[in-house]
């Protein structure tokens, strides 16, 4: 399962009805972009109605703003929307009040809330639609990857790899670029299925706007639950036995004993274990002595190289790395320190890549955002 209920942990309850009717709730989510502090607002306000057992709700969320942030944040709208739905704890309505001349509109014409704005949300047609295991449509691809044995050690992974790079042959984009793109995701999501108990969303758009000749190719990844990307490795840095890990995850000990020196409010051991789990070789299952993970850095500096703009980043816990072209150089021996120094073992990454959010994501979010000129990725 999505453990979709882990979103509501960690966060406070909080009344946001602008008129104080007790079963019609009117929310207003306001300003330049939709992003995750009205994500959480609405998640508070969720709360509120959960601690007070309030019963047949009306809610109606008004969200006027003048572009949406990113893809990530209409999907987690998606998943609240079958939360509230699907725990009866109301019906929904959405009125968006959204420019369309922005390029997240067009990734918002194909979200499921999409055909619902100003409408009230029919549960059960909207609650049937989320569990489908598999959407495939001429330009978006979905699948919900299920948490079991069989998809962790079988060949799910491989026919995975094989479904997203016959999706995007679709299109006019490099032979090269399909592989390294299927094999990046398919990475990501065999991390999420191997390092937590959750089920993992898998949501791929590609967006093509042939007047201007390029493509715009949206990849967002979501695990919930309470699981990090750094659970691993803290656990690791605690052990007082190190000897049933590889001996390559010294690094990350000798790494720590400079970091820690710079620990602060925006940057702590829990910083410092997020960027530890992208370093090459280094790996958390038990008896690995003499191999480790290859990470996901290689495979995402070369869809970095492969586009010509984009906005792609890494959200678990209160921690982001944005993945920046400058930022992902690996040395000689697979380190990466997310700096423009490129030294994970003496200095912490830049502020600017490295950063700490206001409020916890009890999961895993990737967003990986590409603007793709068509001259560039075209198979001639």
Request: glycine residues 4%.
């Amino acid at each position: 399962m999505l453990n979709i209920d882990y979103l509501l942990n960690d966060i406070d309850a909080v009344d946001y009805r602008k008129t104080h009717n007790k079963n019609k709730h009117k929310i207003y989510l306001s300003g330049d972009m939709l992003c995750s502090d009205h994500i959480f607002m609405l998640l508070e306000h969720i709360k509120f109605i959960e601690i007070n057992n309030i019963k047949n709700v009306n809610i109606n969320v008004i969200i006027n703003t003048r572009a949406f942030s990113d893809e990530a944040v209409l999907i987690i709208l998606e998943i609240i929307t079958y939360y509230v739905l699907k725990n009866n704890i109301g019906d929904l309505t959405y009125t968006f009040i959204v420019s369309n001349k922005y390029l997240g509109y067009e990734m918002f014409k194909n979200n499921m809330l999409y055909s619902y704005n100003t409408k009230r949300i029919n549960s059960t047609a909207f609650i049937s639609n989320f569990e489908r295991k598999c959407i495939i449509s001429s330009n978006h691809y979905r699948r919900i990857a299920i948490n079991n044995e069989e998809n962790r050690n079988g060949p799910y992974l491989s026919i995975l790899i094989g479904d997203i790079s016959m999706f995007l042959k679709y299109y006019n984009v490099d032979k090269n670029y399909i592989n390294d793109l299927s094999e990046a995701i398919v990475e990501i999501v065999d991390n999420a299925l191997n390092h937590s108990t959750s089920d993992c969303l898998l949501d791929i758009k590609v967006l093509d706007y042939r007047p201007n000749s390029y493509m715009c190719l949206n990849v967002t990844v979501i695990s919930i639950g309470e699981i990090l990307i750094n659970t691993e490795i803290n656990k690791y840095i605690e052990s007082t036995d190190k000897s049933k890990y590889s001996e390559k995850n010294q690094i990350i000990l000798s790494a720590l004993q400079n970091h820690k020196k710079h620990f602060s409010n925006t940057y702590d051991i829990e910083s410092f274990a997020t960027i530890s789990a992208f370093q090459k070789y280094v790996t958390t299952r038990y008896k690995s002595k003499n191999s480790g993970g290859t990470g996901l850095t290689t495979l995402i500096k070369q869809l970095h190289e492969k586009a010509s703009s984009d906005y792609c980043y890494v959200l678990s816990g209160n921690n982001i790395i944005k993945f920046v072209d400058g930022y992902l150089d690996l040395t000689e021996t697979g380190l990466i320190g997310f700096n423009k120094s490129n030294d994970y073992l003496n200095s912490i990454p830049s502020s600017d890549i490295v950063y700490k959010t206001e409020k916890k994501f009890n999961g895993v979010i990737y967003n990986l955002c590409f603007i793709l000129d068509e001259k560039e990725n075209n198979n001639e």
